[in-house]
């Protein structure tokens, strides 16, 4: 048996190599059980906020007492995991600041006006708000495509006429209440009554920034999974895009910007974010440390 | 129990049907079985139903069946025809679609479809010039920044990292003309190390919108199920 130095360095490389070729259910199993203790251990809260929530977090508060918030709501079960946390704290910074604000649903899923009317209705009975004075909620108004087939008109169309008139486009809200009856709406006409558009979806259509922000100059900021950041990053690089509540940790950002008496959705998310974010980095090292050690020990 | 503890038999049967949906889903990850198999006939065939049915009530029907019908209606009573009636024109286009699936008579689809290219096209232009013209006006940054402060130090490094990249990456994408100057060589692998870095963010930021679906649902377990059903 050859046992020179260098076999014995061969060898081990050899060991530290099969780092490579570790089971894929054995790195979900692990992932999956630190992701199950991790709500069990205490909430860590974060410390530090970004930019981008910062920035729309100042473009609500900045909102005068004539003008309204328009928040887009295109978001269902599909992105609900982070979508919802954004809606939710966005709703109630504004219930909290007395901001009226007006809910549209343009085009992404009919399925949106439902989820978003639960949080509505829960926050507006927490901060003791009325429906058609303090907020008006629209519904789901068809554009671009349905179920993915293009079915409407384009989605730049609606949000055009929306810009122009709302009544218009929405001659009935999402309790079949005529929309000209509510006291708030017979204030808001288009977006001349409309401070800054807020649009929760999974992947906001740029359409809202060339007709809204392109067009008009109002303020548009997106509230949008994490995936999409990098497609928008430029328009906020370039100034069109007031700021963007990037996934769950821009909810936590901006639930600690709120500064909430308990920790909101997105904050008890984080913990266990964390502790995946750190595991899949650990597993990213391994597999490198077995990638140098194939090389080193390669003939 | 806690408070808000679920007694609804409806709303117990909702959260036990989710969560064993979710372990099927997941039970993928470990092996291809024969529950996940059928949980995604069910959801195909689910999702092709739901989109016929959104397609109906929430398009053809209030924009086009609605008027139509409602104008049909006064046809045949006293009341003044409306206008709504010239809605029923529309059919004419829209089977003007299906004529696809004839060999003799598809010519009559490309009306409509230049029709649908002419109005896509005119929207584009216009969102192009909205859209993409200030990026390209914003691209165009001083390499020394001087605030009212003085020089800014910060403001430059950035605006000389931002002007570079684009540059670099610019350069890159260039296959026309062979360049073999060492500076644009450097350039260009400059260019690719910015594009990989990118991609690298992309990649950071699609692990955390996976990790993001995974733990909500693992959430929803937790605080639906073993807390509100369970009582744990």
Redesign the interface.
């Given at each position: 048996m050859d046992s020179s130095p260098d076999t014995t360095k061969r060898s081990e490389g050899g060991r530290l190599a099969r780092l490579q070729l570790l089971d894929?259910?054995i790195i979900?199993g692990v992932l999956?059980a630190a992701?199950?203790f991790s709500?069990m251990v205490p909430l860590m809260p974060g410390r530090s906020v970004g930019p981008e929530a910062r920035a729309v977090f100042g473009a609500v508060e900045s909102c005068p007492e004539d003008k309204i918030i328009l928040l887009d709501s295109s978001w269902d079960q599909g992105s609900?995991?982070?979508n919802r946390a954004q809606f939710r704290v966005l709703v109630e910074h504004m219930f909290r600041r007395n901001i009226k604000f007006v809910v549209t649903s343009v085009g992404v899923t009919?399925l949106a006006p439902e989820l978003a009317r639960d949080i509505l209705e829960e926050l507006a009975k927490k901060y003791d708000k009325e429906y058609g004075t303090d907020y008006v909620q629209l519904g789901?108004v068809?554009g671009g495509s349905?179920?993915?087939?293009v079915?409407?008109s384009?989605l730049?169309?609606v949000i055009s006429a929306l810009a122009r008139d709302i009544h218009s486009v929405y001659p009935r809200d999402v309790y079949d209440n005529p929309v000209p009856d509510l006291p708030l709406m017979q204030r808001v006409k288009g977006i001349e009554q409309v401070h800054l558009v807020i649009c929760v979806t999974y992947a906001p259509s740029?359409?809202w920034?060339?007709?809204i922000r392109?067009?008009y100059g109002t303020p548009v900021a997106f509230a949008n999974?994490?995936?999409?950041?990098?497609y928008y990053a430029?328009?906020i690089?370039?100034?069109?895009l007031a700021g963007m509540i990037v996934?769950?940790?821009g909810a936590a950002e901006y639930e600690s910007l709120l500064e909430l008496e308990k920790p909101g959705e997105a904050t008890?998310?984080m913990t266990?974010?964390a502790f995946?974010?750190i595991l899949?980095i650990v597993f990213i090292a391994l597999g490198n440390v077995g990638y140098f050690a194939a090389r080193r020990g390669a003939p | 129990m806690p408070p808000d503890a679920y007694t609804d038999p409806i709303q117990i049967a909702e959260v036990v049907v989710a969560t064993i949906t979710f372990l099927i889903v997941?039970s993928y990850?470990?092996?291809d079985n024969s529950a996940y198999k059928m949980l995604s006939h069910i959801l195909l065939g689910a999702?092709a139903a739901?989109?016929?049915y959104?397609?109906w009530?929430?398009?053809?029907k209030p924009?086009w069946w609605d008027p139509v019908s409602k104008a049909i209606k006064t046809l045949f009573g006293d009341a003044r025809p409306t206008w709504e009636l010239l809605w029923i024109l529309c059919l004419v286009p829209g089977l003007m679609w299906y004529t696809l699936y004839s060999k003799k008579l598809s010519w009559m689809s490309r009306i409509v479809f230049g029709l649908f290219i002419g109005?896509?096209a005119g929207?584009a232009f216009?969102?192009y010039?909205?859209?993409i013209m200030?990026?390209v006006?914003?691209s165009f940054r001083p390499l020394v920044v001087v605030g009212d402060g003085g020089f800014d130090i910060k403001g430059t490094i950035k605006n000389l990292l931002?002007t570079g990249t684009l540059v670099t990456v610019l350069i890159y994408f260039i296959f026309t003309f062979r360049m073999e100057a060492p500076l644009v060589h450097r350039g260009r692998t400059f260019g690719r190390w910015t594009i990989m870095i990118?991609f690298g963010?992309?990649f950071g930021?699609?692990?955390?919108?996976r990790?993001?679906?995974?733990?909500?649902?693992?959430?929803y377990v937790?605080e639906e199920l073993f807390t509100k059903v369970l009582g744990l």
């Amino acid at each position: 048996m050859d046992s020179s130095p260098d076999t014995t360095k061969r060898s081990e490389g050899g060991r530290l190599a099969r780092l490579q070729l570790l089971d894929r259910r054995i790195i979900f199993g692990v992932l999956f059980a630190a992701a199950i203790f991790s709500f069990m251990v205490p909430l860590m809260p974060g410390r530090s906020v970004g930019p981008e929530a910062r920035a729309v977090f100042g473009a609500v508060e900045s909102c005068p007492e004539d003008k309204i918030i328009l928040l887009d709501s295109s978001w269902d079960q599909g992105s609900q995991s982070e979508n919802r946390a954004q809606f939710r704290v966005l709703v109630e910074h504004m219930f909290r600041r007395n901001i009226k604000f007006v809910v549209t649903s343009v085009g992404v899923t009919p399925l949106a006006p439902e989820l978003a009317r639960d949080i509505l209705e829960e926050l507006a009975k927490k901060y003791d708000k009325e429906y058609g004075t303090d907020y008006v909620q629209l519904g789901f108004v068809p554009g671009g495509s349905i179920g993915g087939i293009v079915a409407t008109s384009p989605l730049g169309f609606v949000i055009s006429a929306l810009a122009r008139d709302i009544h218009s486009v929405y001659p009935r809200d999402v309790y079949d209440n005529p929309v000209p009856d509510l006291p708030l709406m017979q204030r808001v006409k288009g977006i001349e009554q409309v401070h800054l558009v807020i649009c929760v979806t999974y992947a906001p259509s740029e359409d809202w920034i060339s007709f809204i922000r392109g067009q008009y100059g109002t303020p548009v900021a997106f509230a949008n999974m994490s995936i999409m950041v990098p497609y928008y990053a430029t328009y906020i690089e370039s100034g069109q895009l007031a700021g963007m509540i990037v996934g769950t940790r821009g909810a936590a950002e901006y639930e600690s910007l709120l500064e909430l008496e308990k920790p909101g959705e997105a904050t008890r998310l984080m913990t266990p974010q964390a502790f995946v974010h750190i595991l899949i980095i650990v597993f990213i090292a391994l597999g490198n440390v077995g990638y140098f050690a194939a090389r080193r020990g390669a003939p | 129990m806690p408070p808000d503890a679920y007694t609804d038999p409806i709303q117990i049967a909702e959260v036990v049907v989710a969560t064993i949906t979710f372990l099927i889903v997941m039970s993928y990850i470990f092996k291809d079985n024969s529950a996940y198999k059928m949980l995604s006939h069910i959801l195909l065939g689910a999702a092709a139903a739901l989109s016929i049915y959104l397609i109906w009530t929430q398009a053809l029907k209030p924009n086009w069946w609605d008027p139509v019908s409602k104008a049909i209606k006064t046809l045949f009573g006293d009341a003044r025809p409306t206008w709504e009636l010239l809605w029923i024109l529309c059919l004419v286009p829209g089977l003007m679609w299906y004529t696809l699936y004839s060999k003799k008579l598809s010519w009559m689809s490309r009306i409509v479809f230049g029709l649908f290219i002419g109005l896509g096209a005119g929207l584009a232009f216009k969102n192009y010039f909205l859209l993409i013209m200030p990026q390209v006006k914003d691209s165009f940054r001083p390499l020394v920044v001087v605030g009212d402060g003085g020089f800014d130090i910060k403001g430059t490094i950035k605006n000389l990292l931002f002007t570079g990249t684009l540059v670099t990456v610019l350069i890159y994408f260039i296959f026309t003309f062979r360049m073999e100057a060492p500076l644009v060589h450097r350039g260009r692998t400059f260019g690719r190390w910015t594009i990989m870095i990118c991609f690298g963010t992309l990649f950071g930021y699609t692990v955390m919108t996976r990790m993001s679906y995974f733990l909500e649902r693992l959430n929803y377990v937790k605080e639906e199920l073993f807390t509100k059903v369970l009582g744990l």
